[in-house]
């Protein structure tokens, strides 16, 4: 939402390096019954690299933690994080949009909802020509993502 059209959400994805000695800490910062955080899906989420839950169980809002892998992708992403504004007193890193909209695309390309492809239409209509399309197509092909990138550039423009 921070490059694209607004959409209502109850959650926050954040990437984050997590470690084991990190657990006994987060789940001693968020104890039940006010919030629900599964040790075992942590420390699931740890060994593959793939994502576990915080959520505050009387609101149900949810923290999304992403484990990131070391790779070549991950030191660029990372390495291209933006400020962007929540107040004028308040600013939050945010991956560059270019970063996001491959992301959506792997995430659509592995069987995820067609919101990430709404989200990425909206990116491209309201970011239009300012993003370096040459990058997303460069790491599309790198992900097996083109056509997915076609169709929804396509549909876009």
């Known amino acids: 939402m921070a490059y694209g059209e607004y959409r209502s959400t109850i959650d926050v994805d954040l990437v984050a390096d997590v470690r084991p000695a990190h657990i006994k800490p987060l789940l001693e910062a968020f ?3 006010d919030y629900y ?11 593959a690299f793939s994502q576990f839950n915080l959520i505050h169980v009387p609101t149900g809002f949810k923290v999304d933690f992403m484990i990131p892998e070391v790779t070549t992708f991950n030191a660029s992403r990372f390495a291209r994080v ?7 007193q308040l600013s939050v890193p945010v991956a560059s949009p270019e970063d996001i909209i491959l992301m ?3 995430y659509f390309h592995a069987g995820a909802s067609d919101k990430h492809l709404r989200d990425i239409a909206g990116m491209l209509r309201i970011l239009g020509a300012s993003m370096d399309r040459a990058y997303i197509e460069r790491w599309a092909q790198e ?3 083109e056509a ?5 550039r396509d549909s876009a423009e």
């Open 31 to 33: 104890p039940e019954p």
């Open 37 to 47: 955080l599964s040790d075992a899906a942590m420390r699931e989420a740890l060994a």
């Open 82 to 88: 933006r400020a962007v504004a929540l107040s004028p």
């Open 104 to 106: 959506k695309l792997r």
């Open 143 to 145: 992900f097996g993502v």
């Open 148 to 152: 997915e990138w076609k169709l929804v």
